[in-house]
């Protein structure tokens, strides 16, 4: 069973994607922010990130930077809460760093579900 960590300082937002993935058979790991997020990708064994932009301590686009570092093969995929420009902005710059499915908060399940079954796929 594919296992995705959840990234997300927001335990709200943690919790909805938790029972969303959950509801279609994936294991979820859950870090609130990037320095534990880190941590768990190192000792798991993780097939797919799912990480906010905008956190405390260790924010989104520096902790793909390092997963990415050190995983060049790692699948992610980003989210950003909010409909300002930065956070467009944001999404848009962090797709340099290879990430290939960004979503802004509210975001469409049926979407987000296709990006994930197509990462797990490749």
């Known amino acids: 069973m ?4 959840v990234v997300d300082d927001d335990p709200i937002s943690r919790q909805i994607l ?6 279609e058979h994936y294991e979820v790991e859950e870090a609130e ?9 190192s000792d798991s064994d993780i097939d797919l990130v799912v990480t906010d ?3 405390p301590e260790k924010e989104g686009v520096q902790t793909v930077r390092e ?4 995983n060049p093969d790692v699948k992610i995929i980003a989210v950003s ?3 300002s420009s930065a956070n467009y902005d944001s999404l848009d710059w962090i797709k340099m760093f290879g990430v290939k499915y ?3 908060k ?3 399940s049926t979407a987000l579900l296709a990006a994930v079954e197509d990462l797990l796929s490749e």
């Open 2 to 5: 594919p296992r995705i960590l």
């Open 18 to 23: 938790r029972a969303m993935f959950e509801n």
């Open 33 to 41: 922010d990037g320095v534990e997020a880190l941590k768990l990708y």
């Open 53 to 55: 932009i905008f956190m």
């Open 67 to 70: 997963l990415m570092k050190e």
């Open 81 to 83: 809460g909010g409909s």
């Open 102 to 104: 960004t979503f802004t």
């Open 106 to 108: 509210p975001f469409n």
